[in-house]
């Protein structure tokens, strides 16, 4: 089941070794700006177009920006601590094996094409032998040992009371992640389609069908996609964290969806049926149901296949590599594959990527930055503060509430305190490649199905500290920093005040902001689903994120082809908030210094330091991409493209259009009256 803690993550996508002094990145190049392009017309390609000529996209990625190289310079780190372990030949059992192993069999493509399908082919031999008398089991079989096909039943934090775990009633999400791409018949989606039955086709024929069979599959696989896609959520519906929250009894929901074994598959979990589940999307789940009635047992097993073979493609050979390239060349645009070392990595982090992390803080992560980002995230809290109390659209009553939310909220800089154990994961050399990874993702729901009864784990993070990201997590309410992006052009020792806060101090901001926007104003100060805006409160906030939202869906990405200011308003908020605050924070702590950022003495490198502020958050998203990923990313993406994250989003803000004298008749211009001020 995708709700999971980690889905409701609001988010900004050994032995030692040397960092080389290549790998310090830095932050801005103030004299690298493009001086063509003037910053009252076009801010975003001022700043950017020289490094976008710099960075030309190369065949292996659909886009490419700051993200990117931060993610290159945290893989070479990471591929360096993976392959001084395996240099020290390490003792079976220990964690340095597991991870060495993992990576040993991503690398090796000659087991793997010897191999081809023989790692699923009993997988896939027990789904078609099953009888008519036997589905039933098969089914609870899947969502047990397999993944969740139709829907699922899983467990995280109660929306309403985040102290408890509740088991959730929900969708699986689609194979093609979006319901647009099912539902709608213009030429984009019908060749996305096309490219997917494509892959079904061809990945089937690799695990052993033939190619009449591999159609039927196929066509069966999408009809059933469709069905559900149907009455899958909306993108902006999807938004609407309380429409999630639908306590049921369990013989509710057995009467509700007769035929969906849900008593039966909490069993399986090995854990008790509590008396009452939270169903999530209600429409899909009887959908769920009405299939499961409808569908006859050559539907439901092909189906199942498919979920077999999907989900195991990137374990097996090369054939079906390529043929994954090949869909995904359509949806993106890539050119080239990822090389087999970066696939290899991935992999090992993403099942031991706390393992990998521990040793990455000790050779990556200095204790400064965390002290400084101690500071940092106590100046945003206090500029914060002081914005919410001068709101002009919310009464008293809410501040009180939302600074007890600010003062509440929790924060958590570079790495966990606690580690993850992973002393019960058993990885075999002598077992596939996807053998192992298909144990080691039974061992993580094992893992949290042993949570179930116990108080809810508040020191565990959702995301690795090599991580180049950030997010609020409203069930706790807090922040988290992972060490990864606590580098340049987020953040620099080596930098001044203006481009850290510019840089990581909008990005505190942004996480800050989170827990008020459209979807953490849904959380009071204990992560627990209250509402504690007044009606009044709730009408202004809505206006004003309206105009916000009519802005973005103003831009055309690509011709006919318009921005989703609806789906993307939460990003939208928090970037918005983020500069605002960290501009505020930023001020604030050069008069502490006895700083006057209006003198000549304060200039950098000989530009205005207000200026440099704005122009390092623009740095932040420089990017080139192609339009096959715009579309894509326009479909599925809550962020709005970076051009939009600067453009949009500074002509809302005075300080800017003075820093850069803006004025009526520029491009950067908007006129006060519709300028949207929310934080």
């Not at 600010?406 to 994961?425: E, Q």
């Not at 689903?529 to 939202?549: C, H, I, P, Q, Y």
Request: charged share 25%; net charge negative; hydrophobic share 35%.
């Amino acid at each position: 089941m995708k709700i999971t803690a980690s889905a409701m993550l609001l988010a900004f996508g050994a032995i030692a070794l040397p960092m080389s002094a290549q790998e310090h990145l830095k932050s801005l190049d103030g004299q690298g700006v493009d001086k063509t392009v003037s910053p009252k017309e076009d801010f975003y390609h001022h700043v950017n177009a020289k490094w976008q000529k710099d960075h030309p996209l190369s065949a292996e990625y659909s886009r490419y920006g700051q993200f990117n190289i931060l993610n290159d310079s945290s893989n070479n780190r990471v591929k360096r601590i993976v392959m001084g372990l395996a240099a020290t030949n390490p003792a079976p059992g220990t964690n340095a094996f597991k991870i060495a192993t993992i990576y040993e069999q991503g690398m090796d493509s000659v087991r793997r094409n010897r191999e081809g399908a023989a790692p699923i082919k009993g997988k896939l031999a027990k789904i078609e032998n099953t009888k008519p008398s036997e589905m039933g089991d098969l089914f609870r079989y899947m969502h047990r040992y397999e993944s969740a096909p139709l829907f699922g039943v899983s467990m995280m934090e109660d929306l309403a009371n985040s102290q408890v775990y509740s088991m959730y009633v929900g969708s699986t999400g689609l194979g093609l992640g979006d319901r647009d791409y099912y539902l709608l018949n213009d030429k984009r989606n019908k060749e996305v389609r096309n490219a997917y039955t494509k892959l079904i086709e061809t990945e089937m024929q690799l695990a052993g069908y033939s190619k009449k069979d591999a159609k039927r599959i196929a066509k069966n696989v999408l009809k059933i996609e469709t069905l559900l896609a149907d009455s899958t959520w909306t993108r902006e519906e999807s938004r609407n964290i309380p429409a999630m929250y639908n306590p049921r009894t369990i013989e509710q929901i057995e009467q509700m969806y007769p035929n969906l074994p849900v008593r039966g598959m909490i069993e399986d979990m090995g854990i008790a049926v509590p008396e009452t589940l939270i169903v999530t999307e209600m429409n899909t789940v009887k959908q769920a149901d009405n299939l499961m009635k409808t569908l006859t047992d050559r539907e439901k097993k092909d189906y199942y296949l498919w979920d077999i073979v999907s989900g195991a493609a990137g374990a097996l050979s090369d054939d079906f590599s390529n043929a994954a390239f090949e869909f995904s060349k359509v949806m993106s645009g890539v050119e080239q594959q990822r090389p087999r070392w970066k696939k290899s990595l991935g992999a090992v982090e993403g099942v031991m990527g706390e393992g990998i992390g521990e040793l990455y803080v000790e050779q990556y992560f200095p204790e400064s930055s965390k002290e400084y980002m101690v500071n940092l995230v106590e100046n945003l809290r206090t500029a914060l503060g002081k914005h919410i109390i001068d709101l002009p659209w919310m009464t008293n009553e809410t501040k009180l509430q939302a600074i007890k939310k600010l003062n509440s909220i929790t924060v958590k800089i570079g790495y966990p305190d606690k580690w993850k154990d992973y002393s019960k994961l058993e990885i075999d050399p002598n077992l596939s490649y996807y053998e192992n990874l298909h144990n080691a993702s039974l061992w993580a729901f094992d893992r949290q199905m042993e949570k179930w009864g116990k108080p809810v784990d508040r020191t565990e993070w959702g995301m690795t500290p090599q991580t180049i990201n950030a997010y609020y997590n409203p069930l706790f309410n807090e922040i988290v920093f992972p060490a990864g992006i606590l580098q340049a052009p987020f953040y620099d020792p080596e930098s001044s005040d203006a481009e850290n806060y510019g840089g990581i101090g909008v990005v505190i901001g942004h996480e800050l902001t989170h827990g008020f926007d459209d979807q953490g104003c849904n959380f009071d100060y204990a992560g627990n689903m209250v509402n504690w805006w007044t009606d009044e409160d709730r009408k202004a906030f809505s206006d004003k994120t309206a105009g916000l939202a009519a802005q973005f869906s103003a831009v055309e990405v690509l011709p006919g082809l318009y921005a989703n200011g609806e789906y993307t308003l939460g990003e939208n908020i928090a970037d918005q908030g983020g500069l605002r605050v960290a501009y505020t924070a930023w001020l604030d702590s050069q008069k502490k210094k006895g700083v006057d950022v209006t003198s000549e003495a304060a200039l950098i490198d000989g530009l205005d330091p207000t200026q440099v502020f704005y122009m390092n958050y623009a740095n932040l998203w420089a990017t080139n991409i192609r339009d096959e990923e715009i579309r894509n990313l326009t479909t599925a993406d809550p962020h709005s493209l970076g051009v939009n994250r600067v453009n949009v989003s500074l002509r809302n803000i005075e300080p800017f259009m003075q820093a850069f004298g803006v004025k009526e008749g520029d491009k950067m211009f908007r006129p006060v009256e519709e300028r949207v001020i929310i934080w």
